[in-house]
């Protein structure tokens, strides 16, 4: 029979309406780790209507499952859920430690010995304000990381080690290690490993404030205001690698400083300048692995 061979887990866009319809979290308590729970119980309907599976944190499905948890609970925590009134979703904690880290930015890369005492390595800076960096605090690492949108407004935010993002998303999905942040269905705009102890992968996101942008793809970043392209760039032991726009020497020296841009490039010129990006990363890591490939940046 065809109703006892349906899957327990719903499939990928019944998952998505049940996401989008919940704000990403827990219905109760906003939590951004989940699990979908078929309010009636699967055993017995074996069906997915995205309407009848709902967002539990880990504590709220275990209480659930075990019979700890009213149905008509849930069904109330359904039609209001956390997240659908809350602006940004609840803070949720990266568990970084140790004495040195890295970002991989594209194919790029920035590592840090953080060493002894407190201080800040900022990966990517805009106007002196750091959008990616770690601070070291007694021994632990806090991820620190600024993703706004066009109208400077945040969308995804790591403070201190806590996680939030604004819920009125297409998508936001967790995948192990990995969060991605989609528009459409198209290719996402933000993907992030949380590689815990130490490391942060970027492979797409764009870091943008006061008009400067700074578009990471897997294989390269590109400054969109003006073309400058970073591909195969390994920086160690910096305190601040990429610093933009004015103010470049209030946060030190910085290894690589792009000033006097162009605020205003309208939207098509930068799309030129990612596509061009693009074009340049494939070729030049094409003869990179031929063995005949330039050392160094292929700016
Ligand atoms: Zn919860």
Same mark, same amino acid.
């Given at each position: 029979?065809?109703?006892?061979?349906?899957?327990?887990?719903?499939?990928?866009?019944?998952k998505r309406?049940?996401r989008q319809?919940c704000g990403f979290g827990?219905?109760?308590?906003?939590?951004p780790i989940y699990?979908?729970?078929?309010?009636?119980?699967?055993?017995?309907?074996?069906?997915?209507?995205?309407?009848?599976?709902?967002l539990?944190?880990?504590?709220?499905?275990?209480?659930?499952?075990?019979?700890?948890?009213?149905?008509?609970?849930?069904?109330?925590?359904?039609?209001?859920?956390?997240n659908?009134?809350?602006?940004m979703s609840?803070?949720h904690?990266?568990?970084?430690?140790?004495?040195?880290?890295?970002?991989?930015?594209?194919?790029?890369?920035?590592?840090?010995?953080?060493?002894?005492?407190?201080?800040?390595?900022?990966?990517?800076?805009?106007?002196?304000?750091?959008?990616?960096?770690?601070?070291?605090?007694?021994?632990?690492?806090?991820?620190?990381?600024?993703?706004?949108?066009?109208?400077?407004?945040?969308l995804f935010?790591?403070?201190?080690?806590?996680l939030t993002y604004r819920t009125d998303q297409w998508d936001i999905e967790w995948v192990?290690?990995t969060l991605t942040v989609r528009n459409?269905?198209?290719?996402p705009i933000v993907e992030i490993?949380?590689?815990?102890?130490?490391?942060?992968?970027?492979?797409?996101?764009?870091?943008?404030?006061?008009?400067?942008?700074?578009?990471?793809?897997?294989?390269?970043?590109?400054?969109?205001?003006?073309?400058?392209?970073?591909?195969?760039?390994?920086?160690?032991?910096?305190? +601040?690698?990429?610093?933009?726009?004015?103010?470049?020497?209030?946060?030190?020296?910085?290894?690589?400083?792009?000033?006097?841009?162009?605020?205003?490039?309208?939207?098509?010129?930068?799309?030129?300048?990612?596509?061009?990006?693009?074009?340049?990363?494939?070729?030049?890591?094409?003869?990179?692995?031929?063995?005949?490939?330039?050392?160094?940046?292929? +700016?």
């Amino acid at each position: 029979m065809e109703a006892e061979t349906t899957p327990r887990d719903p499939p990928d866009d019944v998952k998505r309406l049940v996401r989008q319809r919940c704000g990403f979290g827990c219905v109760e308590c906003g939590a951004p780790i989940y699990h979908y729970d078929h309010m009636f119980d699967f055993a017995e309907v074996r069906r997915h209507r995205p309407e009848e599976i709902t967002l539990l944190c880990p504590n709220r499905h275990d209480e659930k499952s075990r019979g700890r948890l009213p149905l008509e609970l849930v069904q109330q925590w359904n039609a209001s859920p956390f997240n659908a009134r809350a602006k940004m979703s609840k803070p949720h904690p990266l568990h970084y430690f140790g004495n040195a880290c890295e970002f991989v930015l594209g194919s790029n890369t920035v590592f840090n010995r953080m060493g002894e005492g407190n201080a800040l390595f900022r990966a990517l800076t805009i106007d002196g304000r750091p959008l990616l960096g770690f601070r070291f605090e007694q021994g632990r690492l806090l991820l620190n990381l600024a993703i706004y949108d066009h109208k400077d407004q945040p969308l995804f935010l790591v403070e201190d080690g806590e996680l939030t993002y604004r819920t009125d998303q297409w998508d936001i999905e967790w995948v192990g290690q990995t969060l991605t942040v989609r528009n459409g269905r198209r290719k996402p705009i933000v993907e992030i490993r949380f590689a815990v102890p130490d490391q942060v992968i970027v492979r797409r996101a764009r870091f943008r404030m006061n008009g400067i942008e700074y578009c990471i793809e897997p294989t390269f970043a590109v400054l969109t205001n003006r073309g400058d392209i970073h591909v195969d760039v390994h920086l160690e032991d910096v305190w +601040s690698a990429v610093s933009m726009g004015d103010d470049a020497q209030s946060a030190g020296p910085a290894a690589l400083v792009l000033t006097e841009l162009n605020r205003s490039v309208p939207p098509s010129v930068r799309e030129e300048n990612v596509k061009h990006a693009r074009r340049e990363a494939a070729s030049y890591l094409r003869a990179r692995n031929l063995g005949d490939g330039p050392a160094g940046s292929g +700016s």
